[in-house]
Nanobody, 125 residues
Framework: VQLQASGGGLVQPGGSLRLSCAGS????????MAWFRQAPGQEREFVAS????????LYEDSVKGRFTLSRDNAQNMVYLQMNSLRTWDTALYYC???????????????????WGQGTLVTVSS
């Protein structure tokens, strides 16, 4: 599956953005989908992930209550709605896909084989 992320930009603290990730291929619905982010000089970190049907979603503690991950399998799309953005949310955001595997944590970066190119989110006044 190929992934294309979009929707990044410059926003003031407290503002909102919605990131989109478009997937190609007929088997998009068979993949666990996730968002990761990487700030300058930092490692790529987990943000959120959802199961193939969107029935379960896991969030990193720092984004709980502010970010919402959703997917539309009919449109091969995954979204990350980001509200109440903070300066420390500034990063390059990547969408990623993984085959289902209940033995590996959804947070585990190494399980995700397919990655989008990243979209830059800058939170600054």
């Amino acid at each position: 599956v190929q992934l294309q992320a979009s929707g990044g930009g410059l926003v003031q603290p407290g503002g909102s953005l919605r990131l989109s990730c478009a997937g190609s291929g007929p088997s998009f619905r068979d993949y666990v989908m996730a968002w990761f982010r990487q700030a300058p000089g930092q490692e790529r970190e987990f943000v959120a992930s959802t199961t193939t049907d969107g029935g379960f979603t896991l969030y990193e503690d720092s984004v709980k209550g502010r970010f919402t991950l959703s997917r539309d399998n009919a449109q091969n799309m995954v979204y990350l709605q980001m509200n109440s953005l903070r300066t420390w949310d500034t990063a390059l955001y990547y969408c990623a896909a993984s085959r289902p595997n209940r033995h590996i944590s959804l947070r585990d970066r190494d399980r995700y084989v397919y990655w989008g190119q990243g979209t830059l989110v800058t939170v600054s006044s």
